[in-house]
């Protein structure tokens, strides 16, 4: 579907390319759209969010309104069409009176209005919020700011599917650095060497550190097909417990084999636009920050499945 055709006539967004990738869809909204969605987000506290499941359902609905009713058709489309399957969502946000609950709002009605969200039990909530900062002291990469958090799908450790990945730039502050890093599994130069070695296709056992308060482990191999026959990755250089010596050199061949790819695509996210992606064939990271000691950015997460 071409989705820039429909981005100036036919609603009151506009969908087009990104600069670096034909694959990644970049969704415009409107700051007098935004306004028309300040009154309806009133109704709803982000604690109310939090303690009524129902009424992020009214949220996401009065988002797609706005839009005549026709974002939610097109992140849809988007988010399942293995061409593209990421989505990066651009609200103009200047003025203040759009602020952090606004953030959260307009990140749950997205995340509504093509699936429900999981259990985040990092933070026992649907979403959870987390900074990086100057130092740290947690027991995963994903706050260490000096560091490359490489390519990796998200609910690898989880019981609950994974369908998709919505991840909103909340605030930034002294940041030099920290571009997020995205890459297609179809780019991937290593693709049909690595998903057709038999290692890749055996269960492996995942953990995760204290932080992610899940207190079971899980089995699963790295690759998988689709209903179309085309190869998923699960994968997160942290969490697998390989059984025996195959399993580990495998391992470290596949984790060398993505950072070294010469198809990851790199970009800063500004502050308050959304990464949304299909969590199947995507993978995603961050290049290391440039260290300062005022250093504060923080993201918002939402993982979930889609509607069926």
Do not use: C
Not at 106 to 117: D, F
Not at 121 to 148: C, E, I, P, W
Request: charged share 25%.
């Amino acid at each position: 579907m071409d989705y820039g055709s429909i981005g100036v006539n036919s609603m009151s967004f506009a969908v087009v390319d990104h600069s670096n990738s034909k694959r990644v869809r970049v969704i415009k909204l409107k700051e007098s759209d935004l306004d028309r969605l300040v009154f309806p987000f009133k109704k709803h506290t982000v604690l109310s969010l939090e303690y009524k499941p129902f009424s992020r359902f009214s949220l996401a609905k009065s988002l797609d309104e706005v839009f005549q009713n026709k974002l939610s058709k097109t992140l849809s489309e988007i988010l399942n069409d293995r061409n593209t399957g990421t989505a990066i969502i651009e609200p103009d946000i200047q003025n203040k009176k759009f602020d952090k609950d606004f953030l959260v709002k307009l990140s749950t009605g997205l995340a509504y209005l093509i699936g429900n969200p999981n259990f985040d039990s990092m933070t026992g909530k649907y979403y959870a919020r987390f900074h990086v900062k100057h130092q740290d002291s947690s027991d995963s990469y994903l706050r260490k700011a000096y560091t490359n958090l490489d390519l990796h799908t998200d609910g690898t450790y989880v019981k609950e599917k994974t369908d998709w990945l919505i991840m909103t730039k909340m605030e930034e502050q002294n940041v030099s650095g920290g571009e997020s890093v995205i890459l297609h599994l179809d780019d991937w130069e290593h693709l049909e060497d690595l998903s057709n070695d038999p290692v890749g296709q055996e269960d492996f056992v995942w953990g995760s550190p204290k932080s992610k308060n899940v207190d079971y482990k899980v089995e699963h191999p790295v690759f998988a097909k689709d209903k179309n026959g085309k190869f998923t990755i699960s994968y997160i250089d942290q969490f697998p417990e390989p059984k025996n010596m195959k399993q580990g050199l495998f391992l470290q061949k596949l984790s060398d084999a993505l950072e070294q790819s010469k198809n990851k695509i790199s970009f800063p996210l500004p502050v308050g636009s959304t990464i949304f992606s299909n969590n199947y064939f995507w993978l995603h990271g961050r290049k290391a920050f440039k260290e300062h000691s005022g250093l504060s950015r923080e993201l918002l997460r939402i993982r979930g499945t889609f509607f069926h």
